[in-house]
């Protein structure tokens, strides 16, 4: 009887500590090779200077991450694959692990949190509107009756719905496969505003043909942080993302990451955005923190 009780308790304890998480460590030892996911238009997180060369702050963030999991099990020969993601498709990848790790420009909350796991908070932003200066639109109650676009598969997507509910103003609002496909319905005239992330419509627009047809306006609906995906539950490789970035902050290095992708001249127009580390990026740095929007 005791045996058995013994065993039964085995179970329940291995089952509570998650044994069937995913071991992307293990994963990674026994192919050889370590599967990282990119954006195409996620300016200047993740895109594309080129065919098939993304580049940026969160491929920045993905190599360091690399350079950990070569030392960590001793392969410095390990292979980097590279895949295109989308809003829409980023988290299934994730959770049938056929991409090890998505650094691009993804929210961290509580509802994504039951299907993958975040690391340490690396940015925070809001969702805002990129017009054309043309429009004369300034802030949400001018959208009434319009149409509006924003990005399949993303939280920009989510608020505006329930703010067009809330407020009542008949918004057709249209959802694009990326951000790029987004942008060009506002810059062909199908759609009067963007809804997304503030500093992603920076980005685009710092891309566009004639950057200063455009404008960011209106107040952020909503605060949030971007973090890397990983695997549900899979707290080994966490750790290894986690010391990553928290090293990065605490050495200076990822400042220096900030000031290059946000402050400097970038691809592929060599303009810079012009945007400062906010102040909850800052009080991030100091007491890093994995937590979710609501």
């Known amino acids: 009887m005791k045996k058995k009780l013994s065993v039964l308790f085995a179970t329940l304890t291995l089952a509570a500590t998650g044994a069937h998480a995913a071991d992307t460590l293990a994963k990674i030892a026994q192919s050889g090779k370590i599967t ?6 996620s300016v200047p997180f993740s895109y594309l200077n080129g065919p098939s060369q993304p580049i940026g702050f969160s491929v ?5 991450v690399v350079d950990a999991v070569k030392k960590k099990l001793n392969k410095p020969n390990l292979e980097v694959a590279w895949m295109p993601v989308t809003s829409q498709n980023r988290i299934p990848l994730i959770s049938n692990g056929t991409v090890d ?8 909350n509580s509802a994504r949190g039951k299907e993958v796991s975040f ?3 690396h940015f925070y932003t809001g969702t805002r509107l990129l017009v054309k200066k043309s429009s004369k639109i300034k802030d949400y109650a001018d ?11 993303t939280t920009n997507a989510q608020v505006m719905r329930k703010y067009n509910n809330d407020k009542g103003l008949d918004m057709d609002i249209v959802l694009a496969k990326d951000h790029a496909d987004a942008f060009l319905l506002v ?10 992330d503030d500093i992603l419509l920076f980005g685009l627009m710092s ?3 004639t950057p200063s047809d455009f404008e960011v306006v209106g107040e952020s609906l909503q605060v949030e942080p971007y973090a890397c995906m990983l695997a549900k539950d899979d707290t080994a490789f966490k750790k290894v993302v986690d010391d990553t970035i928290i090293g990065l902050m605490k050495s200076g290095e990822f400042e220096k990451m ?7 001249p970038i691809a592929p127009k060599n303009t810079p955005l012009g945007l400062p580390m906010s102040q909850q990026l800052r009080d991030n740095i100091k007491a890093p923190s994995d937590k979710p929007a609501t």
């Not at 920045?60 to 360091?64: D, G, H």
């Open 36 to 41: 990282l996911s990119y954006r195409e238009s």
């Open 60 to 64: 920045e963030l993905s190599n360091a």
């Open 101 to 108: 790790l998505e650094c691009g420009s993804t929210t961290n």
């Open 119 to 121: 690391a340490i908070n």
């Open 143 to 153: 959208l009434a009756k319009k149409t509006v676009a924003s990005t399949t598969g």
């Open 187 to 196: 810059e062909s005239d199908r759609a009067v505003a963007f809804a997304m």
């Open 207 to 209: 891309n566009a043909k």
């Open 258 to 264: 900030y000031n290059k992708w946000f402050l400097s």
